[in-house]
Each structure stands twice: as structure tokens, then as C-alpha cells.
């Protein structure tokens, strides 16, 4: 039997750097005369384990603006998804130090939002709207954005009169689903561009699950239960392959493989640690 595991599995670049800020700071602080407490928009990734670590090491997560609000003094991490301006701005005006470890990529969604929106364009959010990476890029819109998820979404999005549209996506969706979402829009006439800003490290996950997933007798997709790329993943593999489990971590492994089982596919949403997916990876290694 063969054991595969996806290369693109795991970490991507922007949540390991969001991490590793974390981290650096926690040893800046330890340096430091005055050590200052430091917090983190949100959970600093969609794992149990690492926000555990990092709560054991002192970090302490907002979970709302009212949370920020109560904040004195300290340093606040932005997480990789990115926040809205408004929030950016109430962390300026409280006087406390923030450490943006906005992932590059979504920056960039920021940015193109931002201008777009004051050029008066009416920006449409490919994604999901309740995702705090949505909740970011809608706050660097100048006038209210629209967020489509669904073709019904799509469909139902009513042009205004000689207004262009500026089209993005939330770095994690779908691919094809937002082609397809796309061409919707297309065909009800409306004016204006479409910038796939689609992060390559999804599109490439998502490819290599499928391809993996499409010769496996049973694949395994690491992640965390709120991860919405784990679960995306999750989807994909399911089509591909119909014994597709998803887990947390190895405790929640339970598998069973008969002897005409070949191939073991492995791969692993963008906030999955290392260790776990090599302690999966080892485990179905050795015991079967
Ligand atoms: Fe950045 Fe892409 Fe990772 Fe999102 S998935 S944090 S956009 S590298």
C-alpha cells in the first residue's frame, strides 16, 4: 500500500508568517524592560493546538471590537486574514502598537477594493459572507459591497444604472465555482473587471487534492473543524474519492482498510500545523 501526501499540504506563506509574528513578538516581550501584553484580532489560525500554545505563552485573542475596545495598553497581532480599516484605525487611536501580519495577498484585496470603490465602482465579494476575511476586505470599501457565494446570489445581484461593478474573490473560494459565479454576472450584462485574487497556494492545494484524490482507494484531509479551506478541500475529495475522511488531528483517526486498499491519500488545510500531518502521515504508514 501506498502513502501519498499532498506537497502543498499544510501552512501556506502567509499563515506561517502570521504564526511565526506571533512567536517573535512573545520573544520580544520576554526581552523587553516594560513587557507589554499582546493580543491577537481573532485567532491567530483556524488550529486548537497552536492558539492553545500561544494562550499558554500569555497571547490573549479579541474576539469583537468590544473586546479591543476594553484593551489598555499592549500589542495587537493582525491575523492573516486581515481586518477592516475602521478597526485598523480604532487601534491607532487607542494608542496601542499594531503588528500587521495581514497576509500579503489579502493586502492586496485591500488595496484594489479600496481604490476601485472611490473611483465609485460597486465592489462584488466572491466569497463567504460571514468569513472574517470577507468581513476585512468589505471594510476597505468606501460604499457598502455586495458578497455573492451562491449562483442564486449571483443571479439575484440587480445591476444599478450605469454603475460598473469591480469584481473579487476571498482568497480560499473555489476556483471553478468562482469562474462559473463569473460568468453569471457576465451574462446579466454587467460592466466592469474581475481580478481572480484567488491566492495560488489555494488553487494549487485544491488542485493537488483532487489530482491525489482521484487515484486514491481512501484519502485524509487535516484540519481544523472551522477552517473553511480545510472544508473546501474536503468537498473536492469527496467527489473524487467516496471513502474521503476529515479530521482534526490523528485522536480522531478512525480508520479501517481492507487489503484491496492501495493508495492512502494525505493532504491538509492552510492552518495545520507540521507535526500533526506528519504524525497522521506516519501513523497509517507504520500500522498498515
Ligand atoms: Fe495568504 Fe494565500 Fe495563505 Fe490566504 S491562503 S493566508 S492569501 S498565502
Given amino acids: 500500500m501506498e502513502v501519498k501526501l ?3 499540504a499544510g501552512f501556506c506563506f502567509g499563515v506561517k508568517r502570521a504564526v511565526e509574528t506571533v512567536y517573535e513578538q512573545i520573544e520580544e516581550q520576554k526581552a523587553a524592560d516594560k513587557k507589554l501584553p499582546i493580543y491577537t484580532y481573532g485567532p491567530i489560525i483556524h488550529n486548537e493546538q497552536v492558539v492553545k500554545d500561544l494562550e499558554d505563552k500569555g497571547v490573549r485573542v ?3 471590537r468590544e473586546d479591543l475596545e476594553a484593551v489598555r495598553e499592549g500589542i495587537v497581532v493582525i491575523r492573516s486574514h486581515g481586518i477592516g480599516k475602521e478597526i485598523c484605525e480604532l487601534i ?3 494608542g496601542l502598537i499594531c503588528v500587521d501580519a495581514t497576509c500579503p495577498f489579502v493586502k492586496r484585496i ?3 477594493v479600496e481604490k476601485e470603490s472611490v473611483r465609485g465602482r460597486q465592489i462584488v465579494i466572491i466569497g463567504n459572507p460571514g ?3 470577507v468581513e476585512g476586505i468589505k471594510g476597505w470599501c468606501s460604499s457598502p459591497a455586495v458578497v455573492v457565494e451562491s449562483e442564486k446570489d449571483a443571479e439575484n445581484l440587480v445591476p444599478e444604472k450605469d454603475r460598473e461593478i469591480c469584481v473579487v ?7 471553478n465555482k468562482f469562474q462559473d459565479l463569473v460568468e453569471i454576472l457576465k451574462k446579466s450584462g454587467y460592466n466592469g473587471s474581475v481580478v ?5 497556494a489555494t488553487e494549487e492545494r485544491q488542485t493537488e487534492a483532487k489530482e491525489i484524490a482521484s487515484q486514491a482507494d481512501v484519502m485524509i484531509v487535516i484540519g481544523g473543524a472551522h477552517s473553511s479551506n480545510t472544508r473546501k478541500l474536503y468537498e ?16 480522531d483517526l478512525n480508520l479501517e482498510l481492507s487489503e484491496s486498499v492501495r493508495l492512502v491519500g494525505i493532504t491538509a488545510g492552510a492552518s495545520t500545523p507540521n507535526n500533526i500531518i506528519e504524525e497522521v502521515q506516519s501513523y497509517v504508514r507504520n500500522e498498515f
Fill in 236 to 251: 473536492i475529495c469527496s467527489r473524487e474519492c467516496a471513502q474521503t475522511c476529515f479530521i482534526q488531528s490523528l485522536a
Fill in 196 to 200: 481572480n485574487t484567488i491566492c495560488n
Fill in 92 to 94: 491607532g487611536k487607542k
Fill in 131 to 133: 468569513h472574517p476575511e
Fill in 62 to 64: 479579541l474576539e469583537s
Fill in 6 to 8: 499532498a506537497k502543498s
Fill in 110 to 112: 485591500h488595496n484594489i
Fill in 169 to 175: 474573490s476571498q482568497t480560499t473560494f473555489n476556483y
